[in-house]
C-alpha cells in the first residue's frame, strides 16, 4: 500500500489557496440597511427569510460563530442566566452571553417550525446572498460581524480581554 508509506503526499502537486486576512467591518449605513432589512425579514411570510433574519439578528448581538448558533439546541439555552452553553465549539467547551435584546428573537425562532434546533433552516449561505444584494451589503461576510462587533465594543471602551473572551478566542493574540 504506497498510499501508506510516508512519502505519500495527497495533495503533492496542487497549489494552496492562499487566504488573505480580511479587516473588514460593517459601515454605518450597512448597519442601517442590516436594521431595515431585518426588521422586514422577520416579519416576512417565508420562513427561511424570518427564521434567517432570527439568526443573523442573534449574530449581531451575540458575536458568535455562525456554526455556533446554527447547531444549537434549545436545551442549551439558559434564559434565566442569558447565556448559551457550547459543550464544543472551535476552542472547546464555551459559554456565550445572551443580550436580553435576543431572548425573544430566540424563542421566536425556537417556536417556528422547531426541528429539534434554534435555527431550523439550514441553507443560510444563499439566503444571506439574497439578503446582501436586497439591502446593498457589497463583500460583507456574516464572519465579518465578528469582527464589527469587537470594533464597536472596543471603541465604546470595552476592554480587550472581556472582548477577546465574548468572541470565544483562544487567546487576547487572536482578538487584537
Known sequence: FQFLSVEYNPTQGIERFQE??????ATDSELERINTGLGVWMRH???????????????????????????????????????????DSK??????????????????????????????YKQHDSTYKLFKKEYELGDLTIHDLRRTYATIAAEAGVPMQEISK???????????
Open 45 to 87: 411570510e417565508e420562513h427561511r427569510k424570518r427564521q434567517f433574519a432570527r439568526l443573523f439578528f442573534t449574530l449581531l448581538f451575540t458575536a458568535a460563530r455562525k456554526s455556533e448558533w446554527t447547531n444549537a439546541r434549545p436545551e442549551q439555552v439558559d434564559f434565566e442566566n442569558s447565556v448559551l452553553n457550547l459543550e
Open 20 to 25: 488573505k486576512a480580511r479587516k473588514r467591518v
Open 91 to 120: 476552542t472547546g467547551e464555551k459559554t456565550v452571553p445572551i443580550p436580553d435584546i435576543c431572548h425573544q428573537v430566540i424563542k421566536d425562532a425556537i417556536n417556528d417550525d422547531f426541528d429539534g434546533f434554534i435555527f431550523t
Open 166 to 176: 465574548m468572541l470565544g478566542h483562544s487567546s487576547i493574540k487572536v482578538t487584537e
